[in-house]
């Protein structure tokens, strides 16, 4: 079973907003909350790249693509990952998947942009 649970995903038009939420159930608090957090997406036909990161400090750091649009957080008590998503483009269409850690992946939610 994937560790983490990723949710919020759907079809937007062009220019409009997302919120995904990743939780983390069966994580325990020792492991999630000193790891660095990622949102990466993966579009048809290509690979998986990096979106966003946190690290444990706070620290954000963002894709060209997506840097000034999207805002990575995280709420450490109730083991969750945020992704807020502004001003959607056609190519923000990607399937969505968090990380913790490195190793720990959810199954991913799609996000699907219209023009």
């Known amino acids: 079973q994937a560790q983490l649970v990723e949710s919020g995903g759907g079809l937007v038009q062009a220019g409009g907003s997302l919120r995904l939420s990743c939780k983390a159930p069966r994580m325990i608090t020792s492991v999630f909350n000193p790891n660095a957090k990622s949102w990466y997406r993966q579009a048809p036909g290509k690979q998986r790249e990096l979106v966003a990161t946190i690290t444990t400090g706070g620290r954000t750091e963002y894709a060209d693509s997506v840097n000034g649009r999207f805002t990575i957080s995280r709420d450490n008590s109730k083991k969750t990952i945020y992704l807020q998503m502004n001003n959607l483009k056609v190519e923000d269409t990607a399937v969505y998947y968090c990380?913790?850690?490195?190793?720990?992946w959810g199954r991913g939610t799609q996000v699907t942009v219209s023009s």
């Open positions: 990380n913790v850690g490195g190793d720990a």
